[in-house]
């Protein structure tokens, strides 16, 4: 495919263009899930990163390194950050934000909620200030990539060029009834605060969803499945696609005291429970 290559961060305005880097989105996220769930070796070299239990398999780093072939090779000017390590800079304005496998814990237990996560970023997104243009998860357990594009909506659809249906965050009024998904990070310390908030949240709602790939919380909102997700700690290229997934499907994405989702905050929901929610854990 020919992509246009924009040499400003405006040009990223352009719908064709947009509508470009979705499909290539797609396509890489697409081909690397296949990656990682028809190559998963016997033993996959599990070790330890930020603590003894967040842990990178010898699949991530294979995922990473063939996106990063795949970005470079079709887009050599723009920038590229990705959950293990790959760093290089921009020089378009867009940069490729991916997460090789979010949900690792779920992949080396052989649950199948994970995904690969691609997204297109404005902006430094080591920097407060970015913002996702396209986005596309693929989750190969459950059979589907989610994706969207800057007032472009969002769709999912059957891995593999399945026919796209439009999503939409659901209708939900109520706090009270809605279904909330959420997740924890690494750290010990994090882990007891994130506990704390838990005990706030978990009596005021349906129920509580840990299903271990902030991606996958994040198109579930956009999908209407999830009536909301919270979490604190999220990283770049655990939201960056999801983030544009639920904005574009009508939803609402806010960090700390409102302002863009950071590594302190993120909620994410239709605008009336995202506020419920807000409430909640960003009093
Ligand atoms: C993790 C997952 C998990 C979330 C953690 C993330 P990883 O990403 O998204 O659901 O709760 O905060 O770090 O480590 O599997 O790529």
Known sequence: MTVSRPTAPDAAADEETLAEL????????????????????????????????DVV????????????????????????????????????????????IDGTT???????????????VVGNPSEPG???????????????????????????????????REVAVGGATELAQGLVGTGFGYQAA????????????????RDIRRLGSAAVDLCLVGDGRLDAYYESGLKPWDLAAGWLIVTEAGGVVSGPGGA????????????????????LVDP
């Open 22 to 53: 979705e499909a290539l989105a797609v396509d890489f996220a697409e081909a690397a899930a296949r990656l990682i769930r028809d190559e998963r070796p016997g033993d996959l070299g599990a070790q330890s990163k930020t603590s003894r239990t």
């Open 57 to 100: 398999t010898v699949m991530d780093t294979r995922s990473e390194e063939f996106l990063r072939d795949r970005i470079l090779t079709a887009r050599p000017r723009d920038g590229l950050l990705g959950e293990e390590g790959s760093a290089s800079p921009s020089q378009t304005g867009l940069t490729w934000v991916i997460d090789p």
């Open 106 to 120: 779920n992949y080396l237990y052989g649950m199948p909620l994970y995904a690969v996560s691609v997204a297109v």
């Open 130 to 164: 970015w913002r996702p243009v396209v986005g596309a998860v693929c989750s190969p357990g459950m059979g589907v990539t989610w994706s969207a594009r800057t007032r472009g909506g969002a769709r999912s659809a059957a891995i593999g060029g399945g026919t796209p």
């Open 190 to 205: 994090v882990r007891a605060e994130q506990a704390a908030v838990l005990t706030t949240v978990l009596p005021r709602v």
């Open 260 to 279: 863009d989702p950071d590594v302190t905050l993120t909620v994410a929901g239709n605008r009336m429970v995202h506020d419920q929610l807000r409430e």
